[in-house]
């Protein structure tokens, strides 16, 4: 029998040069977290029992400090909000407010019933908002909706103020029943983000980014403005047609670099960037980070292995001073740019962590956890001036981070 090898070659976008000679500066502490919450205390670094607790968590997909001291993490798979007072000094620190469920040791989606003010069905993207960032908004995705509260939580249970999405709380179904979406519908909404004077939601499931101006005091209020979308009654995957500086797949997590915007395209593996903003519907991005070109989508430029300007279902994105930050989740690291070198595609990043050089990923780097290591981190967000904070998903975890590489 004789055996033919095919030698498959890659387009030219998809050939990259290796990255060994690309400076390399660490992103974060060397040492590792600070502080981590929900984590186990077993040696081995081995995953506890998810079983909810003050202390614990399943899964959290999404972190957020506050202008009063105070943190926000959705436990996801506890289909949960919890709250800080004061950002935690020490790890496993038991949190102070519950939102979602009845009692800490409670778990289930809806709390086991249905919608309600009260319930919760897989929280993700969570934001302080409001003109003071007094309030705090959280993407409640398979409810298909994003509640509001106009001031902070400052107990358990506390009820929102504004339900998007739907018409009431008592609703939750993916753009309210309707065969398509419109300006006021909702599915699967991973990401909120609020840039100071409006509120952005990755309206995911519709493949879609919406924009409301100013913080809404209504139910159902519709958008004013849609990304990735010719208009507001569209869902189709990149627009229903091929890859473009206007479509998105998977939109994620949503910063805002230099007064810019900045979309976490993750089903395309790629940072969508608009360096004034975005004005007009299915607006154009001008830059890209992680693909060559608006034509290319693949994960990793098509290599098995990653380097400096490549992604893998980039999630997460957040804002350090000068630096533009990419939880890169299947890569299962955390990689930055300098904001003021992106002006044009396939910029390589200038810091990375939890991993050991560009060319590596792999879940934990193939080992238990650990304080520099991360598990499909799947948001990031700072706290105050000098802290990343990890939602680390896949280690049922938070991590406090400090900074290792200058702000500025």
């Not at 500066?25 to 081995?44: K, M, Q």
């Not at 930050?325 to 200038?350: G, K, P, Q, Y």
């Amino acid at each position: 029998m004789t055996t033919t090898i095919t030698r498959v070659s890659l387009a030219p976008s998809a050939r990259r040069a290796p990255s060994a000679r690309v400076p390399c500066a660490a992103l974060l502490d060397e040492r590792g977290a600070r502080v981590i919450l929900g984590a186990t205390d077993d040696p081995l670094g081995l995953a506890s029992p998810v079983v909810p607790s003050a202390t614990s968590m399943f899964g959290p997909r999404g972190v957020c400090a506050a202008p009063d001291g105070s943190l926000w993490v959705s436990d996801t798979g506890h289909h949960r909000v919890l709250g800080w007072h004061r950002t935690p000094t020490q790890d496993n620190a038991p949190a102070d407010i519950l939102l979602g469920q009845p009692a800490f040791d409670r778990e289930g989606r809806n709390a086991r019933g249905s919608a309600s003010a009260d319930t919760l069905n897989v929280p993700t993207g969570i934001a302080a908002c409001g003109p003071q960032r007094e309030g705090l908004a959280v993407a409640d995705a398979w409810n298909h909706r994003v509640l509001i509260w106009h001031t902070r939580p400052t107990q358990s249970q506390q009820r929102p103020d504004v339900v998007l999405g739907q018409a009431d709380f008592d609703a939750g179904v993916s753009n309210r029943g309707q065969d398509r979406p419109g300006a006021a519908t909702l599915f699967w909404p991973y990401c909120v983000s609020w840039d100071g004077a409006r509120l952005w939601v990755a309206d995911t499931g519709n493949r879609r980014v919406l924009m409301w101006n100013g913080l809404p005091r209504q139910h159902g209020a519709p958008a004013d403005l849609v990304l990735g979308q010719p208009d507001f009654a569209h869902r189709d995957e990149n627009g229903g047609g091929a890859p473009s500086a206007a479509s998105m797949r998977w939109p994620h997590a949503i910063t805002f670099p230099a007064g810019g915007l900045c979309v976490a395209d993750a089903g395309n593996n790629r940072l969508m960037l608009w360096r004034r903003g975005a004005a007009e519907n299915n607006q154009r991005c001008e830059l890209m980070v992680g693909q060559a070109d608006v034509h290319h989508v693949e994960h990793n430029q098509a290599s098995y292995y990653p380097d400096a300007a490549c992604l893998n279902m980039p999630y997460g994105a957040t804002v350090a001073g000068a630096l533009l930050v990419a939880a890169d989740t299947a890569n299962s690291r955390l990689l930055a740019w300098r904001i003021a070198e992106l002006t044009d595609f396939d910029v390589n990043a200038c810091a990375l962590a939890a991993q050991a050089d560009w060319n590596s990923k792999g879940d934990n780097r193939w080992l238990p956890a650990a304080r520099d290591s991360v598990c499909w981190p799947y948001s990031v967000a700072m706290q105050g001036g000098d802290t990343l904070l990890v939602a680390d998903s896949g280690n049922n975890r938070v991590m406090l981070w400090p900074l290792a590489v200058a702000r500025g």
